[in-house]
Nanobody
Framework: VQLVESGGGLGQAGGSLRLSCAASGTIFSINAMGWFRQAPGKERELVATISGSGTTYYADSKKGRFTISRDNAKNTLYLQLNSLKPEDTAMYYC?????????????????????WGQGTQVTVSS
C-alpha cells in the first residue's frame, strides 16, 4: 500500500486547510485509515481515524475543529482543518491499518498502522 499526502501549506490562524491522501496498492487489505501529526521536538500524535464503514474517532483535543472523511471509490482520505491555530503547525501523516493489525472499527494506536505516507507540512501563522 502506498500513501501520498497533499494539501498542506501555509495557513492563517482562524483559516482552513484540507489535506488529502491518495492510496494505492492492495487497498482491500486496509481496515482503518488515520491522520497523525508531529510537531518539532514532539512525539507523533493521533489526530483522527476512520474505518472502512465510516466510523470516526478523534483525539480529544481535535474534536470540533477537524473532520476526517474517506471516499472509498476514489481510495482517498481527507482531513478538513478549520479554525486553525499556530499550535496546529506540524507534519501531518496519513496512515493505513490493515485488518491483520486492527480489525476493530476504531484503531487509535500508532502501532496498528503498517503503512505511512511521507507527510505534508502544515504551518499556521498568527
Amino acid at each position: 500500500v502506498q500513501l501520498v499526502e497533499s494539501g498542506g501549506g501555509l495557513g492563517q490562524a482562524g483559516g482552513s486547510l484540507r489535506l488529502s491522501c491518495a492510496a494505492s496498492g492492495t487497498i482491500f487489505s486496509i481496515n482503518a485509515m488515520g491522520w497523525f501529526r508531529q510537531a518539532p521536538g514532539k512525539e507523533r500524535e493521533l489526530v483522527a481515524t476512520i474505518s472502512g464503514s465510516g466510523t470516526t474517532y478523534y483525539a480529544d483535543s481535535k474534536k470540533g475543529r477537524f473532520t476526517i472523511s474517506r471516499d472509498n471509490a476514489k481510495n482517498t482520505l481527507y482531513l478538513q482543518l478549520n479554525s486553525l491555530k499556530p499550535e496546529d503547525t506540524a507534519m501531518y501523516y496519513c496512515a493505513a491499518a490493515p485488518f491483520s493489525s486492527c480489525s476493530d472499527y476504531v484503531c487509535p494506536g500508532y502501532d496498528e498502522y503498517d503503512y505511512w505516507g511521507q507527510g505534508t507540512q502544515v504551518t499556521v501563522s498568527s
